[in-house]
């Protein structure tokens, strides 16, 4: 049984040749590549990796820039609203206050009107009075002085009654 497990010399010298050609063959043709190939595809996988790496940080950059840039959009919406909120109340104060002195003015011109009118109705009413007055004073005398005695002696009562005495 010795036998059986004990190789011939001849036998392990040719299958260690065979061994040594197939190993420089396998070197040269396959495992060149093959190394290669690896190394390649780990050369790509760390350039992809290092390009991801580079894109995220890209992205975070990219993502905080945009949320700058949505503050002060929002920061510059709230101040455009404020003040067309402030140019809005202006506006209606100063068209309030336009409607107030536009409005006195109309109350002081009518009254200046009603004013002007009064005393031209006072100063009619006083010649009409005046007229009157006179139409009744001539009537008056003409009917109290038909005899010459009595406008001698009406004249000689109003010489006596003025304040010239």
Aim: cysteine-free; proline content about 2%; charged content about 35%.
């Amino acid at each position: 049984m010795g036998a059986l497990l004990t190789p011939a010399l001849g036998t392990v010298i040719w299958a260690s040749i065979a061994f040594l050609v197939v190993l420089f063959v396998l070197k040269r043709f396959a495992w060149g590549p093959i190394l290669a190939a690896l190394d390649e595809r780990e050369q790509s996988i760390a350039g992809a990796l290092n390009e991801a790496d580079k894109v995220r940080k890209e992205m975070a950059e990219l993502a905080a820039s945009n949320e700058n840039e949505l503050k002060e959009a929002r920061a510059e919406r709230d101040r455009m609203m404020r003040e067309a909120r402030e140019m809005a109340d202006s506006l209606i104060a100063e068209a309030k206050n336009k409607a107030r002195e536009a409005a006195d003015k109309e109350v002081a011109s009518a009254k200046d009107a009603i004013a002007i009118e009064r005393k031209a109705a006072v100063a009619e009413l006083k010649a009409e009075v005046g007229n009157l007055s006179l139409d009744i004073a001539e009537r008056l005398l003409r009917e109290k002085l038909e005899s010459s005695d009595e406008q001698k002696a009406l004249v000689n009562r109003l010489i006596d009654e003025s304040p010239l005495n």
